[in-house]
């Protein structure tokens, strides 16, 4: 091997050996047993070496490689890919949690994060992949012929990478902890080390291929505790997801496992299953809305559509990813059901360990929870990857290899793309080593932030021809400001900005986004002559690309190559 | 010089007779997109407006389908079965309706 390419591969070698000269008494995450546990262990190393191994198997020697698997994914593969990408080690352990304390006002969680895909579908996958290059801020950056508008749109994808990782390490560090006895910073150091190891062999191709097993990982170890469950609430076993129909009927009558509830208690519990019993219709409607225009909007999620053969496949692998997505969404309610059944009084202590204590009170052993653990890894380290590959590649190709060095060629772009995940790996260990209090909340305003900039700019770059840099500026910047108002507001406890306001920082696209819609319109409309005949034949080039019209008549054609990197 | 004629791309007035597939194709799946996800639990909603105690009790909270409250079931399964449906629809109805269209 070429000592180039040693040297960004030794330093997340190193990582791990220093994590493990960091060892120290772990800290107490879960009420379970505390230090190294052999049989877990044994599990998550052999996992994780068939994680870097399938990347080092999967080693690329170009660009299209690294960013987007040299688009060679098929349907189920690249399906597999976006749930695997979508569940993070939030959604894996705290979607149940959230439905616990939440009740039947957390369902909104599942529907603003399902019902985005079909505005996804509809509205981008195809289109995008005819665009056919490798990221979002690209996309938007030559749409509208315009360096503002891809460096915007890179920094937000940044922002989101950076935040969004920041917390799944967390959740890493805590299961590597737990696990392998690691002190905290151990084992962010350890988790960090696998990633970047992969990530940095692989690129896009190793990263989608891991993500197919880690599916596979999380989504049984997530859904097998559930059989012995149910039958141990007195369910029959055979589909649990349609069996805990009647224990959730029983508890909105005050029947729970341990006899009967006071009546404020069993008035409390009916409370949390009732419509309105822990948030209201406008709430219910601005957090559904903002779900789903930021899932449309999140570009490691629309990256995924650069990843495969055709545009057939990308809409297939809609559904797909639909329908594995769907299969974890269906079971997070079991578990909270469950849950309260066993325990109806518990609050976030209880939310919190709500996964990881059920093979326990399954009694599926030692070695069950150690693949359990490993398929919360995986959740985590698949986000992860997708997260930090679509940050680096705004930097590297949308800041470094099309503003800046426009010169630079394959081999050199390709270099600063795996240095800047390395970079990008380092901050985001910096900030999960030192988490700010509010991470929470901003990793739930990271849907904001998408649904509010981006989700706006893409439909009406792929959808109205008219509108041009001046409108996307003006709609992503009122986007952006409107969201870092909100979550201002939010921190300062302004009740404007508060969950229970008009405008809450983590719902703001209800109203938000469609005033970035119009913004954009109307500023289009209105600077519509000021735009240059060049750039308007660059955008009409990439229109024609997006919706499969024809060349233009012969006579027409100075359209210059839309390939070539411009500057404003 | 007479201006020269631009690209007209228009989700609501498509130009070509691929476009024009696609963005009906679009425009009935986001249809029933928007009823699955803003008038069911619109309907709870006004449903429930005569609970006293403002909590949405209502036919919806009562009725028992699967042995689930329909409100919870139509949430938390009907509509997330109702997003995977409409995706199969749409790749349905693309390849009947754009991919025989000559390019």
């Known amino acids: 091997m070429k000592r180039k390419t040693l040297i960004p591969l030794l330093a997340p070698l190193l990582l791990v050996l220093f994590a493990g000269d960091l060892f120290a008494t772990g800290e107490e995450i879960f009420e379970i047993e505390q230090g190294f546990k052999l049989i877990p262990a044994v599990i998550m190393i052999s996992l994780l070496c068939v994680y870097v191994g399938v990347g080092f198997l999967s080693k690329v020697s170009d660009t299209s490689g690294y960013w987007v698997a040299g688009q060679g994914i098929g349907k189920f593969g690249n399906g597999a890919a976006i749930a695997s990408d979508w569940m993070s080690a939030a959604s894996f352990m705290g979607v149940a949690g959230l439905l616990y304390l939440k009740g039947w006002f957390g369902l909104g969680y599942i529907i603003g994060w399902t019902g985005g895909y079909v505005l996804l579908l509809c509205l981008i996958a195809a289109q995008l992949r005819r665009f056919g290059k490798y990221t979002i801020p690209e996309f938007l950056g030559d749409r509208f012929d315009c360096h503002v508008v891809r460096l915007l749109a890179a920094s937000v994808t940044v922002i989101i990478a950076i935040t969004y990782a920041a917390a799944q390490f967390k959740g890493i560090g805590l299961i590597c902890g737990w696990i392998f006895g690691m002190s905290y910073t151990a084992s962010v150091f350890f988790a960090a080390g696998v990633v970047t190891a992969y990530m940095l062999i692989s690129g896009m191709a190793g990263v989608t291929r891991n993500q197919q097993i880690q599916y596979v990982v999380l989504i049984s170890a997530f859904m097998i505790p559930l059989w012995v469950l149910i039958q141990k609430a007195g369910g029959a076993g055979i589909l649990p997801q349609l069996e805990y129909g009647p224990i959730l009927s029983g508890l909105m009558e005050g029947k729970v496992a341990g006899g009967p509830l006071s009546a404020e208690e069993a008035l409390e519990l009916r409370r949390t299953f009732l419509p309105w019993g822990t948030g209201n219709f406008y709430q219910f409607i601005a957090l559904v809305f903002t779900l789903m225009v930021g899932t449309a909007g999140l570009p490691h999620i629309m990256i995924r559509f650069y990843t495969v053969k055709n545009e057939d496949i990308a809409r297939k692998s809609v559904l797909w990813g639909l329908f594995f997505i769907g299969l974890l969404y269906w079971s997070s309610p079991v578990y909270a059901v469950l849950g309260k059944f066993w325990n109806p009084n518990g609050g976030t202590t209880v939310a919190d360990v709500i996964i990881l204590s059920a093979p326990e009170r399954a009694n599926l052993g030692i070695a069950y929870i150690g693949y359990l653990a490993s398929g919360a890894m995986a959740a985590g380290l698949s986000t992860v990857a997708g997260l930090l590959m679509a940050g680096a590649s705004a930097i590297a190709h949308d800041w470094y290899a099309t503003v800046l060095r426009p010169e630079c060629t394959d081999k050199q772009a390709l270099m600063v793309g795996r240095i800047f995940t390395a970079v990008l790996c380092v901050i985001v260990i910096v900030i999960a080593l030192n988490p700010p209090a509010l991470i929470a909340q901003i990793v739930a305003m990271a849907f904001a932030i998408a649904g509010n900039t981006i989700f706006p700019a893409v439909v009406l770059g792929i959808w109205y021809s008219r509108s041009n840099k001046y409108g996307a500026l003006a709609g992503m910047v009122w986007g952006f400001g409107m969201t870092l108002l909100a979550m201002a507001g939010w921190i300062l406890k302004i009740d404007f900005f508060g969950p229970e306001g008009w405008l809450p920082a983590t719902s703001s696209a209800l109203i938000v986004c469609p005033i970035a819609f119009l913004l954009n319109i109307l500023v289009s409309n209105i600077m519509h002559e000021k735009v240059s005949e060049e750039t308007a034949d660059r955008g009409d080039s990439i229109l024609r690309k997006l919706h499969n019209l024809p060349a233009p008549l012969p006579e027409a054609g100075t359209v210059p190559d839309t390939d070539a990197p411009r500057r404003i | ?103």
């Open chain 2, 1 to 103: 010089m007479a201006a020269k004629e631009r690209v007209y791309v228009n989700f609501f007035r498509p130009s070509s007779a691929n476009m024009k597939a696609e963005a009906r194709i679009a425009a009935i799946v986001i249809l029933f997109w928007a009823l699955l996800s803003y008038l069911l639990p619109l309907c709870i909603f006004l449903a429930g407006m005569s609970d006293p105690a403002g909590m949405g009790e209502s036919f919806f909270t009562r009725t028992r389908f699967l042995g689930f409250p329909l409100h919870y079931w139509l949430i938390a399964q009907g509509c997330t079965i109702g997003y995977i449906l409409l995706c199969k629809l749409y790749c349905l109805l693309w390849d009947r309706k754009v991919s025989r269209l000559p390019r």
